[in-house]
Each structure stands twice: as C-alpha cells, then as structure tokens.
C-alpha cells in the first residue's frame, strides 16, 4: 500500500530551479541592458537619478560589483576637484582620515561622503555630489588621474572678466561704423552747400543722410553691446569672490553650517540634513 501511494506521488521534474534562475538571470541581463542603451553613464546627473526606478538602480548599481571603503573615497575625492576645476561645480574639498570620509561645501550647502557611499548634507553641493558617489562606485567609470590639489583659485586672483579680444573686435568694428556714418554725414553737408562740386545733379542727399545716420547707430549699439559685456563681467568678477570669500579661502573660516569633522565617527542626523 505504501509503495503504490509513494509511486503515485508526482516526480520533481530534475532542473526545474535552474531553469528559474536561468530565467531570472535572461531577464537581469535584458533589464540591465534596456538601463545602459536608455542612460548615458558618462554623463551621469540629478535629474537621471530622479528618474531612474528602483529596479533599473539595481540593475545598474549591482552591489558585488561596487567600489568601497578607502578606494571610493579616493576616486570621489579625484572626480570632485576635477569638477570643481572645470567649473562644473562649485564647491570647497577636504579629505578626512580619522574618520576617513570626504567633504564638500560651498555657501549654500554641505555634503559628507562615508567609505560605504552613504552620503549626508543639505543645498545644492549635496544634489552634485550625489551623482559622483554614484559613478565612482562603479568600476567602469574612468575618474581623472591628475587633479588640482587647490582647484578653486583665492578671491585676489579672479580676473575682472574673459572675452577681451572679442570686445576688442566689436569695438573696431563700432570705430569703423562711426567714421563711415560721419564721413557721409559730413558727405551730405559739403553737397547741401555745393562745397568741392559735390552738389550736382546725380548727387543722392537724403541717401546719405539715411546711410550715415544709420551707420552712426549700428556703431552705437555695438558700443553699447560692449559696455554692458564688460559691466556683465565685472558684477560676475565680484559675486565669484564674495563666494570665495563666504566658503573661507580668503580668512580660513567655513560657514556656520558647515559641521566640524571630529575624529569620533559618529553622524550628525540634524533636521534638514539627508541621508542615503
């Protein structure tokens, strides 16, 4: 009785569950490669992390394959004083040992980065330098070798403004409208009195007149085009430096929000600051 009760039971298929981890993996791989065609790691920011779901980070992000510890802050540390010295971001790097971690501030926020690739902080450095911890995680992701040690220049060094030689063309061109409008403005005049016989019949007044005054306010507006370039870069100039100054390059003191890196290790987990 036993042995036919045993014999009815239906068999285990042999293979069954490495078929489904089979299928499991078909569906990562095809998964993983829907995530690479539809966003460029290369050029990896906010906006392709808010969009990305759950799903397509664990695709993408697969955590046996992720950089930790010492390393990552290595290559964070590289990639933000590269991106500081391109101007991509604006933002002061220090390195810490005890703890090891890595912290970025301007004057409108902070951003501590841990070995583990948790990421703490507020304003506008956190939103850039949470891209970065992601690209650096990966080892795919080529960080840049040499770097600036200071990548953010002292408030005294910031030229007034760029673009000089550019003014400098406009303003030749601005010279040599004035003088073609004043030449047939002053063209129209010696006609009007018939001075040197320029007052003959075939002799178009209203023509130059029209044509220097025209050429008169094409030269005042380039003028004016470059005053105001020049303004522009000035006020730029300036409010550079008053960041400079605000984020401490000039008197060696952060910002009040900014907070102390203490040897201790533990987390400050304030109100407004976030964690990931």
Not at 140 to 167: K, M
Request: a negative charge.
């Amino acid at each position: 009785m036993s042995e036919s009760s045993e014999d009815a039971k239906a068999p285990e298929e042999p293979g069954s569950d490495s078929d489904a981890e089979d299928d499991g993996a078909d569906e990562m791989a095809a998964l993983r490669q829907q995530v690479e065609e539809k966003y460029d790691f290369d050029d990896f920011g906010p906006a392709d992390m808010a969009e990305m779901t759950a799903e397509e980070w664990e695709v993408a992000f697969d955590d046996e394959t992720w950089i930790t510890g010492s390393e990552l802050l290595d290559r964070i540390e590289r990639d933000l004083r590269s991106r500081v010295a391109n101007r991509d971001v604006f933002a002061c790097i220090e390195r810490s040992e005890n703890p090891p971690r890595v912290l970025a501030y301007s004057d409108e926020g902070y951003a501590i980065v841990y070995p583990d690739g948790s990421v703490e902080g507020e304003g506008t450095v956190l939103r850039d330098v949470k891209p970065t911890v992601a690209l650096c995680s990966m080892d795919s992701y080529e960080v840049a070798e040499s770097v600036p040690d200071n990548p953010l220049p002292e408030p005294a060094a910031v030229p007034e403004g760029g673009g000089e030689l550019g003014n400098r063309m406009l303003q030749v061109i601005a010279g040599v409208q004035l003088l073609a409008g004043v030449a047939m403005l002053a063209g129209a005049v010696l006609a009007l009195v018939d001075a040197f016989g320029l007052g003959g019949p075939g002799t178009n007044i209203e023509f130059l007149v029209v044509g220097g005054l025209g050429f008169i306010g094409v030269s005042l507006v380039l003028f004016f085009t470059v005053a105001n370039a020049r303004l522009s870069d000035t006020f730029r100039a300036e409010e550079y430096r008053d960041r400079l100054r605000a984020i401490g390059l000039e008197d060696g003191e952060r910002p009040d929000f900014v907070p102390e890196l203490t040897p201790d290790g533990d987390r400050d987990d304030d109100t407004g600051r976030q964690n990931d």
